[in-house]
């Protein structure tokens, strides 16, 4: 229901955006997350915006480099990454809770409809 793309290989610096668009269902009254894994480490949230995008979270890992937007009309959400690390490298899930939670979780496990994944792999 959730499919993830625009993963990749850039370079220490570069940019990458990722799209997850919603099929079969509407999450447009839902708040919607980007979450990662990187190897042998947990999950991670890394961004969320509340159901009508007026309100953002981003982990401090990222806050400042990485911008997360959605539009309600595309049944879509993006993740704009701007100056990449090679610590971004990690497998990138989009995800959304079904249950009504606060305007915007933090925590992984709240979100429990998850898309495939894009990986994004970052050389320094």
């Known amino acids: 229901q959730l499919q993830a793309s625009g993963g990749g290989l850039v370079q220490a610096g570069g940019s990458l955006r990722l799209s997850c668009v919603a099929s079969?269902?509407?999450?447009?009254?839902?708040?919607m997350g980007w979450i990662r894994q990187a190897p042998g480490k947990d999950v991670e949230f890394i961004a969320g915006v509340s159901w009508n995008g007026e309100r953002t979270v981003y982990a401090d890992s990222v806050r400042g480099r990485f911008t997360i937007s959605r539009d309600n009309a595309k049944n879509a959400v993006y993740l704009q990454m701007n100056s990449l690390k090679p610590e971004d490298t990690a497998i990138y899930y989009c995800?959304?809770?079904?249950?009504?939670?606060?305007?915007?979780?933090?925590?992984?496990?709240?979100?429990?409809?998850w898309g495939q994944g894009t990986q994004v792999t970052v050389s320094s």
């Open positions: 079969g269902r509407s999450f447009g009254s839902h708040p």
């Open positions: 995800a959304t809770p079904q249950k009504d939670t606060i305007p915007v979780p933090t925590t992984p496990g709240v979100y429990d409809i």
